[in-house]
């Protein structure tokens, strides 16, 4: 079966099927994981969240087997922040502030704990937490130090490539060290690499030498430029895109959003595609119910929405991103399925994930463990769930196409948008009645007492987080 057939066949097995599949033991009891994570694929971006553009039938399924954060966000919608903070449990300004600034020295990653607990530990694709100035060169040529690797067992990785079918990554230190070329597209190529270590991993299981492994695969695509393999773009055309609602009627704008849009969804199929292949080999080496399997982005995409590009700013498609949580369903005497609006950020990742292996978080981690919304333990009690999401930018990039200021905001529970430059109000949205956010009522005195209420829950934000920003009274 070809791959393009191999997508269109939903590469998924049934649940049926799937349970008939062999499962090995967890070594000590331990699950298994793995984060697989693209690059600037927003929320909405999915068959299954409502996207007429988008064929994702394998993160779909996801949801079937495990459970979607439908309410999950990127609170600082760029991806060397998110990034610090997904790795660490962190909030960007304590860790990395912006562009191109590197992981701080000395600050423990996610690796650590794991490994304390007895974990195999690796690290597949883009990295981008280096420190490496573009303006110096090309950063796919850069050789990240081995010891700002986030302390990883296996690494190999890159810091960072805009090239998909030109994509180098390096690892190893010394006469070890290695420094090549992928053999193809940077997402098939990877998810090869993450295969390869799911096989060996399983291998070393089976002999009983094995030990539980954390793996992190991670994508460029489907980030611009917005290249997909030939098999993947052939249906598309800048013609037969729909765009969402708020894409406005400028023609500028339109026919560069058709532009872009008519590469992207054919890049998100494709990392749907190699989802479905790293699922396949959990299920054929009795992994997939004994290994937790997050897939999530680092930020979203405006392709147009708003009369906007990239990300860098508050509106829903820029914050907005896919997460999931299947697998491993057998380990606890209960687990949830299905979709859950329930706010996870960043800095919650690192944290969750050590609660779905049983994992104390460390007292650096400053995320919230949010395990219990998929897995149910005996006697616990039900997870305390955020009443709302902190959003910022802490250092914009100056990028064309991106806000060039630094602001601070939140999302609520209720439905409630507001966002704020430095002692200036932005933006406020009703969610549930402007999705789609068209009707700005951050200076609309007719909703001042709810103004003033976001407001407030902003401060406590800044406040509770260690933050500095000035929030304006009113």
Same mark, same amino acid.
């Given at each position: 079966?070809?791959?393009?057939?191999?997508?269109?066949?939903?590469?998924?097995?049934?649940?049926?099927?799937?349970?008939?599949?062999?499962?090995?033991?967890?070594?000590?009891?331990?699950?298994?994981?793995?984060?697989?994570?693209?690059?600037?694929?927003?929320?909405?971006?999915?068959?299954?969240?409502?996207?007429?553009?988008?064929?994702?039938?394998?993160?779909?399924?996801?949801?079937?087997? @495990?459970?979607? /954060?439908?309410? *999950?966000? +990127?609170?600082? $919608?760029?991806?060397? %922040?998110?990034?610090?903070?997904?790795?660490?449990?962190?909030?960007?300004?304590?860790?990395?502030?912006?562009?191109?600034?590197?992981?701080?020295?000395?600050?423990?990653?996610?690796?650590?704990?794991?490994?304390?607990?007895?974990?195999?530990?690796?690290?597949?694709?883009?990295?981008?937490?280096?420190?490496?100035?573009?303006?110096?060169?090309?950063?796919?040529?850069?050789?990240?130090?081995?010891?700002?690797?986030?302390?990883?067992?296996?690494?190999?990785?890159?810091?960072?490539?805009?090239?998909?079918?030109?994509?180098?990554?390096?690892?190893?230190?010394?006469?070890?060290?290695?420094?090549?070329?992928?053999?193809?597209?940077?997402?098939?190529?990877?998810?090869?690499?993450?295969?390869?270590?799911?096989?060996?991993?399983?291998?070393?299981?089976?002999?009983?030498? @094995?030990?539980? /492994?954390?793996? *992190?695969? +991670?994508?460029? $695509?489907?980030?611009? %430029?917005?290249?997909?393999?030939?098999?993947?773009?052939?249906?598309?055309?800048?013609?037969?895109?729909?765009?969402?609602?708020?894409?406005?009627?400028?023609?500028?704008?339109?026919?560069?959003?058709?532009?872009?849009?008519?590469?992207?969804?054919?890049?998100?199929?494709?990392?749907?595609?190699?989802?479905?292949?790293?699922?396949?080999?959990?299920?054929?080496?009795?992994?997939?119910?004994?290994?937790?399997?997050?897939?999530?982005?680092?930020?979203?995409?405006?392709?147009?929405?708003?009369?906007?590009?990239?990300?860098?700013?508050?509106?829903?498609?820029?914050?907005?991103?896919?997460?999931?949580?299947?697998?491993?369903?057998?380990?606890?005497?209960?687990?949830?399925?299905?979709?859950?609006?329930?706010?996870?950020?960043?800095?919650?990742?690192?944290?969750?994930?050590?609660?779905?292996?049983?994992? *104390?978080?460390?007292?650096?981690?400053?995320?919230?463990?949010?395990?219990?919304?998929?897995?149910?333990?005996?006697?616990?009690?039900?997870?305390?769930?955020?009443?709302?999401?902190?959003?910022?930018?802490?250092?914009?990039?100056?990028?064309?196409?991106?806000?060039?200021?630094?602001?601070?905001?939140?999302?609520?529970?209720?439905?409630?948008?507001?966002?704020?430059?430095?002692?200036?109000?932005?933006?406020?949205?009703?969610?549930?009645?402007?999705?789609?956010?068209?009707?700005?009522?951050?200076?609309?005195?007719?909703?001042?007492?709810?103004?003033?209420?976001?407001?407030?829950?902003?401060?406590?934000?800044?406040?509770?987080?260690?933050?500095?920003?000035?929030?304006?009274?009113?």
């Amino acid at each position: 079966m070809n791959r393009r057939d191999f997508l269109l066949s939903s590469s998924l097995p049934t649940v049926a099927a799937a349970a008939q599949t062999s499962t090995l033991p967890m070594p000590g009891g331990k699950p298994n994981v793995i984060w697989f994570f693209g690059d600037q694929h927003r929320a909405q971006a999915l068959g299954i969240n409502g996207d007429p553009n988008a064929r994702t039938p394998n993160v779909d399924n996801l949801q079937s087997m @495990g459970v979607q /954060f439908s309410s *999950a966000v +990127s609170g600082f $919608p760029l991806c060397c %922040p998110f990034r610090g903070s997904v790795l660490t449990g962190r909030y960007p300004h304590h860790c990395v502030v912006g562009h191109q600034y590197p992981l701080p020295n000395g600050q423990p990653t996610i690796a650590q704990p794991l490994k304390e607990a007895g974990y195999r530990t690796a690290y597949f694709g883009k990295w981008h937490l280096g420190g490496f100035q573009e303006s110096q060169g090309r950063a796919a040529m850069f050789i990240t130090d081995p010891k700002k690797r986030g302390g990883f067992d296996t690494w190999i990785g890159y810091e960072n490539n805009n090239s998909q079918y030109d994509c180098w990554v390096h690892g190893g230190e010394g006469k070890d060290a290695f420094h090549y070329r992928l053999p193809g597209y940077e997402t098939d190529c990877l998810t090869d690499l993450l295969i390869k270590y799911i096989k060996e991993q399983a291998d070393a299981q089976r002999s009983g030498k @094995g030990k539980p /492994f954390f793996a *992190a695969c +991670s994508v460029q $695509p489907p980030h611009d %430029p917005y290249v997909a393999p030939p098999e993947f773009r052939q249906r598309w055309s800048a013609g037969n895109v729909q765009f969402r609602p708020n894409v406005p009627l400028v023609s500028s704008i339109r026919d560069q959003a058709a532009r872009e849009m008519a590469g992207y969804y054919p890049m998100v199929e494709n990392l749907d595609f190699n989802l479905g292949r790293v699922v396949k080999s959990l299920h054929d080496e009795g992994l997939f119910f004994n290994t937790h399997l997050l897939f999530f982005s680092d930020h979203g995409d405006m392709l147009g929405s708003q009369g906007q590009f990239r990300k860098m700013t508050a509106y829903e498609e820029s914050i907005r991103i896919p997460f999931f949580i299947a697998g491993a369903q057998p380990t606890y005497d209960g687990y949830n399925t299905g979709r859950h609006p329930v706010f996870i950020n960043a800095p919650d990742i690192a944290p969750t994930t050590l609660g779905l292996c049983g994992i *104390a978080k460390p007292s650096w981690m400053e995320g919230q463990d949010l395990s219990a919304v998929r897995i149910r333990k005996p006697g616990a009690p039900g997870p305390s769930l955020p009443d709302s999401a902190y959003l910022q930018t802490v250092v914009p990039t100056g990028h064309g196409h991106s806000v060039n200021k630094p602001y601070r905001g939140i999302v609520t529970r209720e439905g409630w948008k507001y966002a704020c430059f430095d002692g200036v109000s932005w933006m406020m949205f009703n969610l549930n009645e402007d999705p789609y956010e068209q009707a700005n009522l951050a200076h609309n005195n007719a909703y001042r007492a709810e103004r003033k209420k976001l407001i407030s829950r902003l401060k406590q934000w800044v406040a509770d987080t260690g933050d500095k920003f000035t929030i304006p009274e009113d």
